[in-house]
């Protein structure tokens, strides 16, 4: 059974950090483009971050640019977000998926809360 398991998140300062992470388990990822999204109450969707399979390129979000950073491990079939200088607008619910045609599985969720 397919499963995408986030963890890592919670409460944290202005200016603080968080690493989360992504673990797959009844598939292997390394076929798989990896992203992380997230969805603020009222909002919709937008995309954090992505990372091609073999390459290990990235994209990011504008507002995420320089901030977080995105990667895995095929091997541990793991995948992380790194995020820094976390601001409130960070505060979201944030989501892994893992996408490769027709395919895309989707995690559960971790909460990502940012004090001022």
């Known amino acids: 059974q397919v499963h995408l398991v986030e963890s890592g998140g919670g409460l944290v300062q202005s200016g603080g950090s968080l690493r989360l992470s992504c673990a797959a388990s009844?598939?292997?990822?390394?076929?798989?483009?990896m992203k992380w999204y997230r969805q603020a109450p009222g909002k919709d969707r937008e995309l954090v971050a992505m990372?091609?399979?073999?390459?290990?390129?990235?994209e990011y979000g504008d507002s995420m640019r320089g901030r977080f950073t995105i990667s895995r491990d095929n091997t541990k079939n793991t995948m992380w977000l790194q995020m820094s200088s976390l601001k409130p607008e960070d505060t979201a619910v944030y989501y892994c998926?893992?996408?490769?045609?027709?395919?895309?599985?989707w995690g559960q969720g971790t909460q990502v809360t940012v004090s001022a």
């Open positions: 998926s893992a996408e490769r045609e027709p395919f895309t599985y």
């Open positions: 009844g598939f292997s990822i390394n076929t798989y483009t």
């Open positions: 990372i091609t399979t073999t390459s290990g390129l990235t």
